[in-house]
């Protein structure tokens, strides 16, 4: 999972990214009910649309009122949501948590039923 962070921490630095996470003691948010996705193109005959994905299956919405209300749940989301910069800093502080409990190798005996002391 280290790398994993690492690689998130890349991709926060292009410039067509940001990287933004909701932390656990924003408490409830709009975003809890499930993902999707607002879609813009360039072309401005093409309309935004909201993709969402669920396992009803798939769900593309493109009537102006669904776009405008998923537009104002994203600036909600982004609104509590941690800055870019210190998104990082969370992460680069719980990739270097990973890595030093990789450096520290788990006792068995701390795991009953896991061959310790305890099985």
Same mark, same amino acid.
């Given at each position: 999972?280290? /790398?994993?962070?690492?690689?998130?921490?890349?991709?926060?630095?292009?410039?067509?990214?940001?990287?933004?996470?909701?932390?656990?003691?924003?408490? *409830?948010? *709009?975003?809890?009910?499930?993902?999707?996705?607002?879609?813009?193109? !360039? $072309?401005? /005959?093409?309309?935004?649309?909201?993709?969402?994905?669920?396992?009803?299956? $798939?769900?593309?919405? /493109?009537?102006?009122?669904?776009? =405008?209300?998923?537009?104002?749940?994203? $600036?909600?989301? =982004?609104?509590? +949501?941690?800055?870019?910069?210190?998104?990082?800093?969370?992460?680069?502080?719980? +990739?270097?948590e990973?890595?030093?409990? @990789?450096?520290? !190798?788990? @006792? @068995?005996?701390?795991?009953?039923? =896991?061959?310790?002391?305890?099985?």
């Amino acid at each position: 999972m280290h /790398e994993q962070m690492q690689h998130l921490i890349a991709a926060a630095s292009e410039p067509h990214m940001t990287l933004q996470v909701i932390p656990f003691s924003a408490g *409830a948010h *709009a975003g809890m009910p499930g993902s999707f996705v607002l879609m813009s193109f !360039p $072309d401005v /005959e093409d309309p935004e649309i909201i993709y969402i994905d669920s396992m009803a299956g $798939d769900l593309f919405l /493109e009537a102006e009122a669904d776009v =405008r209300r998923y537009g104002a749940i994203f $600036d909600n989301l =982004r609104a509590v +949501a941690l800055s870019p910069d210190d998104t990082s800093n969370l992460i680069a502080s719980v +990739a270097k948590e990973l890595l030093q409990q @990789r450096k520290w !190798p788990m @006792r @068995r005996d701390c795991f009953p039923g =896991r061959g310790g002391e305890n099985a």
